[in-house]
DNA sequence: CGCCGACTGTCACAGGGGTGTCACAGGGGC
DNA sequence: GCCCCTGTGACACCCCTGTGACAGTCGGCG
């Protein structure tokens, strides 16, 4: 049974969510404010944390920065729609998902659950999207259990988009992360990567369903249907 | 039920993690010091150990290779991320795997479960990798039922990769585990022992079956089909 | 509905980096 | 002292990789 902590100023909100987060089966302890917040996900030690963004005092994304500091456990967001924040602002300050309010209690539960499963499928070394699959230990991808032969950097592409299953990343970011320099011209680089990768990954390059395009943006890796 | 011994001298971890842990399935013994530890094991016997590196008095590097002098049941070390410490630095004092910390409860619990699973696979004496049989107590290797020779380097080499079948090892990380010490400038040193040791145990060594070459990373012991 | 601009897919090529290979010299054990 | 093992450095090769040009596609706007 899953264990939460509910950081959440406004009394309503709070007392609903607590209600309706525990009639879904999760066991949920609750603060009022970001000290309280630290103060309990270090006593009791959580395996989840649902935030709010405006806080008195310390913010969400304060207390965020300081969990993350010490700990790696998930952190889900919440924010409310006036407050027009980029999901990379959020995403930033170390959160791993976050969800606009007003929020359903049976939306922030799907959240809850996704985010709980990625932590169980990334905490084993390997996973898989449709029919393939990625061995972290190994370092191999195979597909219909025969292996795929990825370059380095391709394998590190893939990696990289595998730890944020769902999670559109720009070029630029996977540029840092893959390539580990800041800046990109108007090259395409990313993209002639992408490319081969997808044609080893994909069943029809031409119509990517694992590797898809976020126009604008840049790609996603799509968890399997 | 596995039976686990947890040595951790952090109050608020150790009780957290005993909770997690029991809660995942686990009998759990604690020891809050490296000396408690050790007595501990030597009275419970537990299935595996996770041991904590920072510890005052013994430290857990220490209490692994006390351990390992006499036993050779699974030991999991916890290292802080700011100790920065390479995977293999670990794995050199006998550890069978390593988790940084701050560990959320579900990967521990993962790779708790890994390694026992790895250790009964593991716990026979001979291994075969199709006509190559490793025979680990009379330390030496056949083909075909014929004796192979290698050289003490050869042999360490094929018994580091062969205690993690499947598992990529990178250059450096051998050059610890094989060789004992740390740089490895741009020489070709692993490369030509692994050349040497494939010529030995490869059928066709210019197209190897069983250690593989992992581009960009360095070399894997295949497990059998 | 059609045009236009911006964005993305695709490809070939040249350069570079990583790996296989080898010969040789030093060193340690018997 | 002999011999086998071992580490080194050089070299060649092959595959990977980044680039730039061009074509194709998508969305928006009139």
Request: proline share 5%; aromatic share 4%; charged share 30%.
């Amino acid at each position: 049974m899953p264990f939460l902590l509910l950081i959440e100023d406004d009394d309503a909100i709070r007392t609903g969510l607590e209600l309706a987060l525990t009639r879904q089966g999760h066991r949920v302890a609750t603060a009022a404010s970001g000290e309280d917040g630290l103060r309990l996900f270090k006593e009791q030690r959580p395996d989840l944390i649902v935030l709010d963004v405006m806080l008195p005092g310390i913010d969400g994304f304060e207390v965020c920065r300081r969990i993350r500091r010490t700990d790696q456990l998930p952190i889900i967001l919440l924010t409310a729609r006036s407050d027009d924040i980029d999901v990379v602002v959020g995403l930033e300050s170390g959160a791993d998902d976050y969800v606009v309010k007003p929020v359903q209690p049976r939306v922030l539960d799907a959240r809850i659950r996704a985010v709980l499963r990625r932590g169980e499928r990334e905490s084993s070394d390997s996973s898989a999207y449709g029919t393939v699959v990625i061995d972290r230990a190994a370092m191999t991808v195979t597909k219909d259990g025969q292996d795929l032969q990825l370059t380095p950097t391709e394998l590190r592409l893939l990696l990289e988009l595998s730890r944020r299953p769902g999670q559109a990343l720009s070029r630029q970011q996977l540029l840092r992360l893959v390539w580990e320099h800041d800046y990109l011209g108007d090259s395409r680089l990313v993209d002639a990567c992408v490319q081969r990768l997808r044609a080893k990954v994909e069943d029809v390059p031409s119509a990517p369903t694992l590797i898809r395009t976020v126009r604008g943006v840049g790609y996603r890796l799509d968890p399997p249907a």
